[in-house]
């Protein structure tokens, strides 16, 4: 079964910043480039939320919840195949587990990964 492998999840103090990164096993580059990304959210009885999404392309365009704008950047290295969610100034309502996400391009299949766990102290 296709899935994503997320890294970088942690324990981190308000103010703090962590990267978060995903990859998917095998992918091609222009599969890469061609699919769709996203990075969610979740905590325990709320539903999945989407923090930020990057859309196809060589440059591709990104997108932010109001909640995180100006603090967390949605990047992608196209010579690694590697998603990544930079968080700066985090704060306690950031905790939750993250999840990577991707659409395919030829099939609007949607692939997941395992979920990170980000816990930010007070």
């Known amino acids: 079964q296709v899935q994503l492998v997320e890294s970088g999840g942690g324990l981190v103090q308000a103010g703090g910043s962590l990267r978060l990164s995903c990859a998917m096993p095998r992918i091609i580059l222009s599969t890469f480039l061609r699919n769709s990304w996203a990075w969610y959210r979740q905590t325990p009885g709320k539903e999945r939320e989407l923090v930020a999404s990057?859309?196809?392309?060589?440059?591709?365009?990104?997108d932010y919840a109001d909640a995180v704008k100006g603090r967390f950047t949605i990047s992608r290295d196209n010579t690694k195949k590697m998603v990544y969610l930079q968080m700066n100034s985090l704060r306690p309502e950031d905790t939750a587990t993250y999840y990577c996400n991707t659409r395919m391009f030829n099939s609007d299949a949607l692939y997941w990964g395992q979920g990170t766990q980000v816990t930010v102290s007070s």
């Open positions: 990057i859309s196809p392309g060589s440059t591709g365009d990104t």
